[in-house]
């Protein structure tokens, strides 16, 4: 997947949130030998050491594996969201980190710019590779951009067939920003009984997951799914063999609500400091 900096990320990811301790590590590992060479973490799922000790324990050169991590609602003030990145960068035990995002808006501290400035330097000095933002609103994304001129490289936002973002899609079109997908499957939330996922599953002789994986993948969203179960993160990335036609994407698609996001995660009103 190409990125509007030059660099590129693996068209699926693997989510590490709730993944922590010995137990963690293990999990990423599993993933990490499984093929996953995106691991997505934060700040507050409290785990970059896990992530930079199981990129470790894995053997795997360092430019083959991609990590992300995010700056908490608490160091948006330019400087500290600088030093956040640093204190990430320490905790993962690299020197630059491929992927840094803004993990909320929280619009009513209204220092999101300060955080977007502060990832420009981080990218400028070479400490993070891609800059991007997470759960922004198109006014968000328009409002870093006329301030900065600096268009993030990704948004990384709720999206799964309840929720399929078709407003803000076309809008990271429009600006050259890619897509990556939280809670892809919708812990819980998808119907993954529905025709409109079990028919091209029978079709294809795939699971029902990997049918809602592969929509994520033709829409041209990154899929960010987490499993600690190395049966299941071999399946949940064996999704490129088959193709959606475009009347099956479209049937997945049109399972969304406009009540559909997992929980009250409006990024307008949504705060996580």
């Given at each position: 997947m190409s990125l509007n900096d030059g660099n590129t990320l693996p068209v699926i990811g693997f989510g590490t949130g709730s993944l922590r301790?010995?137990?963690g590590i293990a999990a990423m590992v599993s993933a990490l030998e499984t093929g996953y060479r995106l691991l997505d973490s934060a700040v507050n799922y409290q785990n970059e050491h896990e992530v930079g000790e199981a990129l470790r324990r894995s053997g795997l050169p360092r430019e083959q594996v991609q990590v992300?991590?995010?700056?908490?609602?608490?160091?948006?003030?330019?400087?500290?969201?600088?030093?956040?990145?640093?204190?990430?960068?320490?905790?993962?035990?690299?020197?630059?980190?491929?992927?840094?995002?803004?993990?909320?808006?929280?619009?009513?501290?209204?220092?999101?710019?300060?955080?977007?400035?502060?990832?420009?330097?981080?990218?400028?000095?070479?400490?993070?590779?891609?800059?991007?933002?997470?759960?922004?609103?198109?006014?968000?994304?328009?409002?870093?951009?006329?301030?900065?001129g600096v268009v993030p490289a990704v948004n990384q936002v709720e999206l799964h067939p309840l929720f399929p973002q078709q407003q803000l899609r076309p809008v990271h079109e429009e600006l050259g920003i890619v897509t990556e997908s939280w809670s892809p499957l919708g812990k819980g939330t998808v119907p993954l009984d529905s025709p409109a996922i079990t028919q091209p599953a029978e079709a294809h002789g795939v699971t029902p997951t990997q049918v809602v994986l592969r929509w994520h993948t033709q829409l041209g969203a990154v899929p960010l799914p987490k499993s600690a179960n190395p049966a299941r993160q071999r399946q949940n990335i064996d999704v490129l063999g088959f193709t959606l036609t475009d009347e099956q994407v479209a049937a997945i698609t049109a399972m969304g609500r406009s009540d559909g996001r997992r929980f009250d995660g409006d990024p307008d009103v949504h705060e996580e400091m």
């Open positions: 301790g010995d137990d992300t991590t995010k700056i908490p609602g608490r160091f948006h003030e330019e400087e500290l969201a600088l030093q956040s990145v640093r204190d990430s960068a320490e905790r993962l035990g690299l020197e630059q980190i491929d992927l840094v995002l803004i993990h909320w808006p929280n619009p009513s501290q209204g220092r999101y710019v300060e955080a977007w400035r502060a990832l420009v330097r981080a990218q400028r000095d070479g400490l993070v590779r891609s800059i991007g933002v997470s759960n922004f609103t198109e006014q968000h994304l328009r409002r870093v951009i006329d301030e900065t």
